[in-house]
Structure formats: C-alpha cells, structure tokens
C-alpha cells in the first residue's frame, strides 16, 4: 500500500523557495526586539521560550527534511536533536518540556547561526528538482513555523505578563479589532442542513481537517460578531464569576482554584480596567473582543446569556461562504480597523480572537494520520481539548482558513481566545 | 412558559410504590455483607463509602421530593442536608467530597433507620395521588439510586483491593460472561445511513439522552464481541504498555506517571495472572472481557491493533437492533452464562462490560437540561469525559437501555469498562 | 563487645506479669467505646486508626519477643507483620503508612481475639524465667504501648474533629488542669550553674535519654504555669496570626498556607470560642492551658511576649526538683483538678500539656542506640523535630518523667501540646 | 534603652571605602563571563537568578543605608524596592522567590547602571564623617554582599549543571584541595574541657555568632581532614544508598523520592564517574573532599563508618586554634593547592567546603537579634537547618573566621557542601 501524502504539495519550486524563506524571514523579525535573557526564559510550563521556538521550528526541518533527504547532510550541532524536539517520541528521546527555559546556552546568537545553516542547507536542497512528497514536508514545516510564529508571541505575553514592570513588546498594534461603541449584536439564522465539513484536498491543510464529510447541521443562529470587553464587564458585574450555577463542574473547580475573577490580564485601578497586552499596560478597550477567557469562561458566559457556544461544525458551514481576511499578524503590518458589528452576516470571524468551540477535539469520520514522525503531529493530542476556530490577531494570515482546527485545554487562558455566541433556531 | 418534565412518568400507582420499595430493599441487600467499617471508609477521592451511598440516595428523595412536596414533613436529621448533598450547588452546601471517609458516625444502624424513615415518609405521600411531575421526579430518584448500586459495587471492589488480605465482598458471581474460548472475533458491517439517535420520549431517560435526532453514520464494522484478557494478555507481550506511538499523548503521560503495566487490579504470580475480583483474588479467565481499563488503554490497545473504538452513534445504531438482555446484577442474582461470541451480529452488548466510545460526553444538537436542581444531574459534567455504553455486571437489569450515556474520564479504570473494537468499512 | 541493654529491667516476675496484664487492658479499655468504623478510619497521614494502635503493639510484643525468644511459636497471622509493622526497616516490608485506614478487615473483634492470643503466649514465655535482656524487652513494650495509647486517644480526637456532627469520645473528662481565674504568671529564677541531665540509668527509659551528662545551664526564669486560652485570645486579638515579624519564617509560611488563626480545633460562634475535645463541642475553658499549638504559634507567641520557650536543659533541670505528679490519663480515672498557678515554684510540669522546648531533637553526647530492631526506635527520627516535655492529660502517668523527651515536628498542632514560658535572667 | 549595635564597626574611613569598593568590584566581576540570559534564569526556587544577586546587594544599601541615612536620596528606581526585597517582613511587600527568574527585565546592563548610582550615592556619603551605626550597617552590607558572591557562584553552577550542553563558567579553578593520593585520615583527639563559643565582640560578626559563652565539650576525636571522592565511592559500593538503617527517617524519604544515588552532580559513564564543576564536566577528583552532598548523606556515611559528624562546638573549639588560612575564592584568584591530610592536627578547615555540624541552627543563650529590618537576618531562619562551619572554595578569604555559623537545610546539596568525621573519645 503506498503511504499517503501528508497533502497536496500545490507550492512549487521557485514559489516554494520564495516562501519558505520569507516565513523564515519573519520569525527572525518576531525576535528582533528581543533581548537574549527575553529570548529564554519560560514563563510556565505550557510556554516555550522564543529562542526555543525559532530553534524547534529550525530543528524540524533539519529533521524531517534534511536528515532523510539531503545524503551527506552533517548536523549543525547533533546534541540539539535532544534540545529541541518538541514531542516526537518516533525521532528519540528530548529534554523535558518545564526545563526549556534553564537552556541559557545556546545563546539567541548562537540559533540565529542554526538558522542560517539549516536556511542555507535546506533552500540548496531545494534548488534541486524536489518529489512531491518532499514539497509537502516542506510545506508542513512552513506551516508548522507559522504556528510557532503565534506562539512565540502568546508565549512573550504571558512571559511580559508576568513581569511587574509590564514591559512592552511593540509598538506596532497587534490586537483585535473593536465594533462600533454599544453597537448591539445582529444574529444569522441558519435552517437544518446536511453540509458538508473539512478539507477538500486541494491546498495544504493539517491531517486532522480531513477527510471532509457530511454532517447535519441543526438549525440555529449564529452570533454576527464576537463577545465584547463591554459584555463581559456586565457578566463580572452580575456575579459571573460567583455563581456556580452557571458554571460546568470543572470550570467551577477551576474558578475556585485559581481564584479567576476575570479575564486573564485584566485588573483595576480606582475603578477602571486595565489589560497587559504586547503594547504593555493598556485602558480596556470596551468595544474590541474579549481575549484571554478559558473554555470554562467562554461557556459559563454563553449560559448567563441562556445561549451556547457553537459547534465547530455550524461555525465552518458559516464561514464557507465568507471570504477568509482579517486583521492577521502579517509580516508585521496589520490591516486597517473597520468597525465590525452587527451588519448583515457574521463579521470577525478571521483574524481577531480564537473562538471557542463546544466541539471537543476529535478525529472525523474516517481520519488517518499523516505517515512517518508528521503523523504525531495532531492525532495524538485528540483527548482532553476543544477545538477553536478563526484565528486571531496574531496568526499569519497565510496560515488560517475555514476548515483550520486549533485546539486547547479547556482551562487555557493565554491564548488569543474569544467568544462567538449560538443559538437552537 | 411550562417547566419542562424531565421525562414521561410512566409508572403510575402502585407499579411506583412497588418498584420505589423494590429498589430500596435491593440497595439494603448489597450492603447486607458489609461490617460497618467496611461501609465506612473511602480508598480514594473517586469512590464513596458505601454508608454514604445508602445515605445520599435518601436524601435525594428527602430533598428533592419529601421537603419540596410534602407539607410539614420533618427531616430525620436537618445535618444531613450537609453531609449527604454529593454536588448540588442550587440546594446549599456540602460536605467536602474528599472528606466523606472520615464520617464515621452516623454508624451502617443508624443510615438504615434513615432510610426507614424515608421510605415511611415517600410511601405515605405516593399512597395520595401524585402529579406526573412528581411521579417523574420518583422514577428519577430510583434510577439514581440504581446508579449508586452500581457504585456502591464499584467502590466497595476498589477497597477491598486495597486490602492486602483481599477479601471477597460476595460468593454469587458477578462478572462479565466469556466467550468460547480461543473463539475468533467476528464483524458485523454497516453501511453509512443517517440514523436517529437518542431517546424516544416514551419511557423514563436522564435528560442528556435526549433530543433524540438524526446523525449521518459512517460505514463501518462493529466487532461482535468485547475484548478479552487473552488478547489484552498479546498486547501486553508485544510491549503495549512501553510504546509511546500507541498511546494518546495525555495516556502516555499517565502511563509512566502512574506505572501502568495492565489492567486495574491484576498482578503477576509465578509467571500466571491473577485479578481482584468481588469474590476475591481469581485467576484470570482468559476468554472473559477484559476490564478495568481506562479510555487511554482503551484507545492504545485498538491502535495497536490498527483500528479504533466505535463513536457512541455507531454503537447506539447497532444496538438499537438488539434486544436489551444481559448478565446484569439484578436482585443479587445472575443469568447464566451463555458462550457469547463469534455469532452472527453483535453480542455481550448489555451487561457484561462498559464500552468506551470515541465520543465526548457532550450535548446533543437542541439539549436543555431538566429544570430545577435535577438540572445539575448530567449538564455540568459535559467536560473532560467519554461515554461508555452497554452497561456491566453490576449494573441493575432494569436500569440499562439502548440510548443509556453513562460517562467518565478517560484515566478511570475503577469501573467495570472494557472495549469493543470498531474500524472503518 | 557486649550488646549493651537499652536500660535496666528493674521489674521482675510477677510485677512484670502484673503490669504487662495492666497495660494492656487498658488499652482495649480505651477503644470499648469505639464503633468498628471509628477503629478504622485514618484521619490524616499523620494519624493512625485505632485498631492500627492496638494491633501494631501486639506486633511489637510478637516481633520483638516471642518470634526471636519463644521457640516454637506461632503467628496469629502471618501477614500481620506486613500490615503492622509501623517503621522499622530492619523487620521487613510494610503497608504504607497513608494507608492504614484502607484496612476495613481484619475488623476490630479480630484484633481483640489477636491481642489475646499474644497476651497468652507472652504470659507462658515470661511464666518461666527469663533473662534480663528479655525482661527489658518487654518492658519496652510496655512503655510503647502507652506511647499509643496516648496516640490512640490523640487521634481519635482529629477524627472526631473532622466529622460536623461532633461526636464525644467519652464522658470522663480527660482535660488539661485550669488555674485559678486571672491569676497572674509567677517566674521562678535559676541562677546559671552546670547541671546533670539525662536518665541516670535506675529505671526505665528510652534510649534517647541517654547518657546522662553534664551542660551548663545559664541564668534563666521560667514560668510557674503554662500560657492560658485567656492568654491566647489577647495574642489573637493583637494580631498575632498576622505580623510576620512575630513568626519564624517557615511558621509565617504555615500560617499563610494553612490559614492559621487560632489553635487547632477553635471556632467562634456569634463572639464566643469553642473547642473540640474529647467530650466533644466545648466552650473555650479560659483558665487552662492553650493546647493544640505547634511549635511555630508557641515560639511566635513567646517573641510576641518579648520571652522565649525554655530549653529542654533548663525545663528538666528545673523539673528534677519538682515531685512527677499531675493530672495523667490513667486507668480511665482523673485525679481531682486543683488549682494550679501562680504558688511558689513551677507548676503544671507533669500531666496537663506537653511544653514545646527550644531544643531540637538531637543526640546527647556519647548517646548509642540500642542494639537490634528497638536501635530505630529513636535515634533515626533525630532531624526535624522539637522536643516536648512534661506529657498531657492524655499521658498514663506511669509513663512520663523528667528526663522523658518527646518530639514532634514544629508544624505539628493535633497533640496535646503547649506552652511554658522562659526569659534571660 | 539604646539601640543595640549589631557589631563593632571597626573599619572607619578611607579603609572602609577601600573595602567597599573592592567588594562591589569583585561582584560585578564574577558576573563578567555571563551572558545576560544567564544572569537571568533562576533553576530552582531555592536558588537566585545572578542578575538578581547584583540587583539585590545594591538593593540592600539603598534600603538599609542610603534611605534611612541620606538625606534627599532618590531611588534609582521605586519599583526596584519590590523587585529586589528577598525576605525583609518589615520593609514591605516583595516579589515571589520562585518567580526571581521571570525577570527578563531590567536587563544586565541596567542593573550595572544602578550598581553604579549606588555606589556613587553611597561612596558619596561615606566621603562625610559618619558614625559607629552607620559604618556599622555599611560593614554589614559588605558581609552581605560577599555571601550573595558565593550564592551566586553556587546557583551559576546549578543552573550550567540543569543545561545538557554542561557549559564552564570558568576557566581558572575554583574547587576544593586534595589531599595526596590514598593517604589515610588521621584524628585529633580533644579531652573533655569546658570552652568558649561565640564571637568575642571586637570584629565583625553576625548576630547569630554572639554571645560568646561556655559550653562543655566532651573528650572527641575529629578527623584531620575531610572525608575524599574516594572514601564516597566505597559508600556507594557497598549499597550506602540502598541500606535504609544507615539513614535518618527524613534521610530515607528523600533518597526514595528524590533516586538518590550519589553525590549532586555526579554521573557515571562507562564505569567512570564525572562530575559538573564551574569549569564543565570534570572526571572525578578521586582525593578530593567529597562536596554536593546533603546533610542526610553526610550523617548516613558517618553512621556507615560507625562515627558520627561533630558538633558545631567541637568544630568551632578546634577551629580557634587553627590559622583560617585556606583555599578562597577571593578576587577571582586561588592559592596554591599544598597537599592536605594526614598530618598533625585539623587541616582544610577553611576554604575547601562547608562542613556539615550534627547541630541545629538554634540561638545561642542570650542571643538577641539585631535592632531594625536587619534584625530578620538570622534569627527567623532558626528552625529546620543545620549549621555547616569553615567555608568553602567558593567563599570569599577574608569573609570566613572561626565563629561563622552557615546553615542550610538538611536536604540542601547544591552548596560546597562536605563531610569531616568525627567520634566519641
């Protein structure tokens, strides 16, 4: 039986190089207003330093692209297969995930010269003719670098988050994008439908996006823009954070635990609210998307509303018909800010926030990992985790599409994550 | 706007007063071998005593029935409402669940006398006519403490095995029934249909079985039969439980943390397999379904084997087809034990083992929890849990149906839960 | 070399038979008003089930006498040397301590019948004549054996504590003795000089006494009574639970983990203080001793009085003087409770509350464990603890003297532990 | 009543600008092989990021000196006040210890920048006359400050030792002396004497130090020399770390839970052992002093050799006749290594490693803390630690004396750690 392709490599030769090295480009450029000490510490376990992500990401080209394709390839440095590989168990052993920020060497320096020696290696090899199978890997790991690309991102948030002299990462603005003030919340009624859910084949997506399928979509209405900072304050206001009434089990339990009051990054000051963002300390926007609510809070709000999150399958037959642009972390340049609201149709869904999905992260019908070490990149993690949809104000806008499946625990907060309220029609 | 019943009451008059009476005495008779220590003690925050199954189930019908519904009944005892409240948050505070071994006053005697007092109290009330509503309220209150049979079972198993001198709670057997031996493990085949799933509305169901709606069920085969130690004994010898690949990342991590080498319960003599059973240490009986397996071995196990576990549509279509019987723990006695196996279609599906099914426990398309307190029944679970289907040998015969979602984590393995393979067609 | 004897047997024939017969009857005594559930249970790590305490002294006399010395003998049950040895590695393998309170079976009758069965075969071996070595040994375990039966009374006491209900353990009052209301705190001067301390060698006792020897004992005040309850409020109501600068550093970590802000065991209902004890709920009894109190409140309190805790040099060289009278738990009976107080002379020393030293629980110079398995009976507990000195009111009074040391770690609250306080002279 | 001094302040004028300066040069000295992200990562919460050292010393006389004594004095930076506090109740609230190394931020340079503001501000101030308190306060910042140069080096090496690429710190050795190659350990015998203890009051010392007072020192031998990397594998040989009654209670757990196999940063590889040093990995120095060890290991090969470790006041009585000449790390230079051992009389007492005491760290009788927050230096930490005497490798020469009480937790084995034996005479 011939192994399946990952994908369909549709990215071809001179294409292939131009954009390899321009994502790679722009992860150097992620880091560039970084100092090395900002490049390596960990602030959590569920983070990674920067340094670490621009290593990895290096690491994974060397590894699943050069090592088995490139005869004669020598190793940049042959202990960092330990260092930096993520959670591959097929590729060997690796250093345990809570230690990668004690890595104070290699300094940031030293990965930026791993960069250039895996850039240098891998776009010689691609100056050769290149099989399919070997564009798509390579595809897989541009991919696989954006993801990193937000990441390293969220991770220096959550890092800066935790510092009490609140620097700043940039002044470019990088935060989603705020509706008209008070604007009220239009809905889009849907009628029951089979439709159809997943990738079709024909550009690069992930494993778990396929096979698309078709699933019966109940009638109901979506929410034509997100939660907003206004909405949650009144949710604070009315004891959301104390009723356990509205909570699921476990969300209580985290709310207790963790002695959640609100938003992660919020706090106030003589009555007024204030967000860490990569900008630093800021006034809460009122108008913009809340961001940084777990799962858990995402859902106990939807039931203050006495509405629901909805499932990934409602949330993808919508976005089908809408063009997939928004307000992505883009080469460092961020679109204009139209007012987004309550117009006709579901606005925001690209490029804002992350949206809560009530669909736990599970294969569909039929589904296959990739072959090789690529096949542990989804499948794998598919217990314990909700799906989120959209993309948010830090993905690279050549990353996301309709049928895109991100997924997190449902207690993570650092993330980008927003709220797309539902309805049964 | 009407509140909602949370089913249709359909036992009426004396057919309730007869099976309210009969499900009381039988959670009597479980309890019946018990010391009072042995009711006592709680082996792990999971598990409950069995006194406090005994009692919680009382108060259940104290609370939701006798207080709300009978003017001026009296409690027993007004400190019960603290201790034996097991999550409800609408109806006060509670004990702390970790907290419930350390009861030992009220003593087995005076949890009895409690129970007396409801029964009086309850028999007296439905000896009056009763609105439907309450009857649905009764019907509800005896499948919950038909849950806690079960559990009482479950639990009591659990500490007994943590008993160095493993004693046998029971003489009659309990257990799932074997195959045939060496028998071969057949197929029935699916086609892909849309299906109805979930509960009718005719007879008593737990509200998350409910709307019922239709799903698209993809082509697939069902294997006929569950499991068995013998070929949970071949995974384990091909390296099972050391192969990173096979396992879901959150099972491997519980693998290593948690030492997992086989099944709960069973250990190695002189190159044999022995298994704690309620009778008491057992050799293990090769062609019985394996049990005591969480969702991760579940999952690694079907992986190793190149397929899967059946979504809970694909089980409920196949079930559906299938009469209702079983070797349940019904009234201490037990069916005989016929040779299940290899026949035509679908067997061991009731009664001997809980099947693990791919499927969060979520909610179906338009699901709307039962008013009032009974509302926090299944709603506030819908997290971090996987259904099982089929139900055990400890589970009550009349307590089991074809649309029955029961659910735990993934890491349980105290439960009598087992595996029936699935793959794609 | 000669094995040297861990202490001279001065109790011969007879006596030795009549005192073995004493004690151990009052052991069974003090669990006669016990459920088998309140035998049980385990409490806390820290604690064990009283079925453990009275099993695991007739273990003792088993292993450490008639295994090794009566030839012939026969177990009881060959696993209750795994099940009750409690720490001495040299014996073999044993249940782990959090573990004792899983063990719902062998019930408690059965360790009635067990201690019966080694109370006869002890008192056929030593019916015969027996070497002095072995008379020590026995001696030994009957001073062991009242070590727990002050531990039996002491843990019940957390239990019961645990349980909302508040159950009484007894009627007979088992308290510590109350002082005249008000009085004032008398000090009595010592003037510096070089003292014996340590056990002389006449009587009994543990190893750690051992060897006596000289210090030099500084110019000192100690007072005539312990610290009161009336005391203690005044240190509460000055913020004694909230000034970090009162408080060793790991007490101030304790006291913000655990949210200390009395003594164990208090609460304030509408304004007034409770207690559980022994006989239950109680009223705070402002004239007796504070009890209940770790080592950190006691030192934190001391530095809050500009004072200090004595030494256990100090207290013992102190307590030499003093007739070894008190208020001891023994046989079941109370002596009368006379005032105590502010007289001529330190009072309280024996029998109300164990008195928190300075002193952390080390060798005495030249000191030499005994030899064989009774060698870890001591010495290998010498880090991390204080040593307390006097006994409580749940000590039997035949088991304490002056050079008694006890120990416990600092945190350590649920003993019958409390204060004495000293000053520089 | 007067305000105790601390101390004698006997460095007066230029003498004491001298030392200050050169004491403040040395720290940033140690800090010039460092990377920024190295001076930033914190590897454990017991340990401190080297960045955080710098910061804190500087923090120390500004908060100690300049604000209370100059007046006008402006902060470097206010919020430096919270960052860089490490335990001082009384000055304010402060930064969580376990989360020092999340400060990427003030970067290196900057905390240069404000070593240098004040040292300006301070030189500046000591350019006045200034009085016996305050030239008092200023020595004890420079004692301070030179503890925190060898915690510095002690962390750099835990965190290099926590990075699989083993970097070197340095290049010019820093490690204890050994002695000539299987020589054998000679004892000093000491009679049974009444001496002193405790600093005399003319040079600097630490309060913990004071008083000076009798205490009577019972007839010892003390070995004269420290136990060797030789000696510690004959330990390991012969099961020292599989033999549960070599160790104590605390010892055992530790060595269980922690897989204690041999000495903090020792590997083996291929029959060799290597160990991590401040200059890399490093084969085994066979006749050096063993050194990483915690006090648990000491004490269980002093029991394995059937003597014992010495008291603090044996070490110290022997001390006062030796020279503190030893092996220092002082500016960045060593001595000579002469070959220790076997010779008459004590030798590596000082500067070789910190020699574990079998004392707790307990207050000397009269012992009174310092006035002011300074008083917080010592006495609070009088619980839970062992005194460890003589200084080591990393200790700055003219920071050690023959009264110098170090003290640490009995688990603690990231510090020069070491054993010398001692026995009864």
Redesign the interface.
Known sequence: MATPMPFNPTTEGADLQRRYREIRRQSCGLAAQL???????Q?MPDASPAKWHLAHTSWFFETMVLLPHESGYTQFEP?YG??FNS?Y??VGAR?ARP?R????????EEIARYREYVDESLLRLIDRPVSPQLRALIELGCHHEQQHQELLLTDILH?FS????R?AYAVTPRRPRAVAPDSSCGYTQYEEA?VEIGHDGEDFAFDCESPR????R?ACRLANRCVTNREWLEFMADGGYEQ??L??????TQVQNQAWKSPLYWWEEQGAYFTMTLHGAQALELDAPVTHVS??EA?AFATWRKQ?LPTEYEWEAAAQREPCTGNFADSGLLRPLPAAGSGSGPQQLFGDVWEWT???F??Y??FRPSAGAVG?YNG?????QYVLRGGSCVTPAEHIRATYRNFFR?DARWQFSGVRLAE?A
């Open positions: 100092s090395d000490a900002d490049a390596t510490v602030s202990r330990f260092l959670y168990e097929s250093h230690k920020g004690l890595l104070t060497r290699p300094a940031l890092l935790e510092n009490p002299l620097p089979t399928h078709r699933v019966i109940p356990p009434l909570w699921l089990s476990d969300g209580w799962y858990f859902d629901r009530r669909s736990s599970s294969p019908p039929g542990e794998k993690f598919m217990s314990g449902p049964d």
